[in-house]
């Protein structure tokens, strides 16, 4: 699969100790990413901020231990802040509203879909 990006996920777990949400940031570094901010001539305002993002097997080691979920936070690029909110982010995030994990067939095949808005 060809990859064209980096990105940076920002995973959210709740803590029952401290009874707040707490942020993990993990960096990714071969996607393919598809979309972004902007006006869609075909689509229109709805579907223009969509964002379409295929994780390789194959190019990032240790992908099976990464956690994807719906209202998780992705970032093109790689970003180091720690975050305890959103709006922490000073950079363009989208929510994941789909996560499809493609782990069957062969290896160079597999990979995880994530939707995000």
């Known amino acids: 699969m060809e990859t064209n990006k ?5 995973h959210k777990r709740y803590n029952p100790k401290t009874r707040i949400d707490e942020w993990d940031r993990y960096s990714i570094k ?3 990413w598809q979309g972004g901010k902007g006006a869609s001539i075909n689509k229109g305002y709805e579907k223009a901020n969509d964002i379409n993002v295929w994780i390789p097997y194959d190019q ?7 956690s994807f979920a719906i209202g998780d936070i992705i970032v093109e690029g790689i970003v180091e ?3 305890t909110k959103q709006s922490d982010l000073k950079v363009d995030n989208y929510n994941i ?8 067939g062969s290896f160079d095949m597999q990979h995880v ?3 995000a808005k």
């Open 6 to 10: 980096s990105m940076t996920l920002y």
């Open 30 to 32: 071969n996607v393919m």
């Open 60 to 66: 990032n080691e240790e992908l099976e231990f990464i």
């Open 81 to 83: 802040d720690n975050i």
């Open 97 to 104: 509203t789909a996560s499809i994990n493609n782990n069957y």
């Open 113 to 115: 879909y994530l939707g």
